[in-house]
């Protein structure tokens, strides 16, 4: 005895090109067993001359082989060591962010205007995010200290232990030596409507 199911017959198949890079998702979908498959395909485009990829869902491809100037879902510009510093969205907007020589994200800005900035100490560590809205005040929105002199056995040096953001606050007490948690604590603030101000620390 045979039985059809829905997902019978519906395969997913990836196209690369030559260079590796997945142009094509084709997904044969259907959502009742009696109704013929349909076809849907994914888009993705890589630029031989820039550092452009855009992606494509099966309705703006449809959309896009009969016009060509319909705008891709996703669209990424990246750098030369391969970070993306430009995103275009349709759902989500644009998104553009900068990295220090290390490839550390350091500042983002957004298409609703607000912008963080994010700062590390000598060892590369994220210590302090800052952030600010559109015609508002910047503010710290997380601070981060690491475990250094004193707390080895505990299994606690480098690693984050304190940190405050608009949550609370959330202590790591001790961890073992596989680099499980075994202890943690997190005291939230009395008001979750209010965003807290951070002292700003330099590093």
């Known amino acids: 005895m045979c039985t059809v199911t829905v997902a019978s017959g519906t395969p997913v198949i990836s196209v690369n090109d030559n260079r590796g890079f997945i142009v094509r998702i084709l997904n044969w979908n259907r959502e009742k067993a009696s109704v013929p ?3 849907l395909v994914n888009h993705s485009y890589h630029a031989d001359d820039s550092p ?7 309705r703006l491809f449809s959309a896009w082989l009969k016009d060509r100037s319909v705008v891709a879902n996703l669209r990424n510009m990246s750098s030369l060591a391969g970070q993306v510093i430009k995103r275009e969205s349709t759902d989500s907007g644009w998104l553009v962010t900068l990295f220090d020589a290390a490839a550390r994200l350091v500042w983002l800005t957004d298409g609703r205007g607000a912008t963080q900035e994010q700062t590390y100490d000598g060892l590369g560590r994220l210590v302090q995010t800052r952030e600010q809205q559109k015609d508002g005040e ?7 200290e690491y475990g250094d002199k004193g707390l080895e056995g505990d299994n606690l040096k480098g690693l984050p232990v304190r940190q405050y953001d608009d949550s609370g606050l ?20 009395m008001s979750g409507d209010i965003a807290p101000k951070l ?5």
């Open 170 to 189: 959330q202590i790591i007490h001790s961890v073992a030596l596989s680099g499980a948690t075994l202890q943690i604590s997190q005291q939230f603030l």
């Open 52 to 58: 452009v990829e855009e992606k494509r869902d099966p």
């Open 199 to 203: 002292a700003c620390r330099r590093h």
């Open 37 to 39: 498959r349909r076809l």
């Open 138 to 144: 910047k503010r710290v929105s997380r601070i981060t």
